[in-house]
């Protein structure tokens, strides 16, 4: 059972910048691997970026040299550093979590969801 939590969307102008965070419950966060998805109205899910129970990382060719992925244990919090924002960038983005995972590029591979934070990017 995880729980998760999204926080930190917002309203920015192109090229600016936003973290986002996700919070998760439980004792077992450091053997989940993490992903950041996005989605847009009428859209379907996108996969953003993910990072691995044991610390490796991936990214969506789409915000690859832009955001970071990054996560700290100690807090059972994932964060999405978002630079060189673009309005294309424009969605809902959810977190989710894979027990044991592999990096997982598609919605199927993960087992838990937050909520959601609207991320809008302004021209």
């Known amino acids: 059972q995880v729980q998760l939590v999204e926080s930190g969307g917002g309203l920015v102008q192109a090229g600016g910048s936003l973290r986002l965070s996700c919070a998760a419950s439980?004792?077992?966060?450091?053997?989940?691997?993490m992903g950041w998805f996005r989605q847009a109205p009428g859209k379907a899910r996108e996969f953003v970026a993910a990072?691995?129970?044991?610390?490796?990382?991936t990214y969506a060719d789409s915000v690859k040299g832009r955001f970071t992925i990054s996560r700290d244990n100690a807090k059972n919090t994932v964060y999405l550093q978002m630079n060189s924002l673009k309005p294309e960038d424009t969605s809902v983005y959810y977190c989710?979590?894979?027990?044991?995972?592999?990096?997982?590029?598609?919605?199927?591979?993960?087992?838990?969801w937050g909520q959601g934070t609207q991320v809008t990017v302004s021209s």
């Open positions: 989710a979590a894979r027990y044991l995972g592999g990096y997982g590029v598609s919605t199927n591979n993960y087992n838990y």
């Open positions: 990072i691995m129970w044991n610390g490796g990382n």
């Open positions: 439980g004792r077992a966060f450091s053997s989940y691997t």
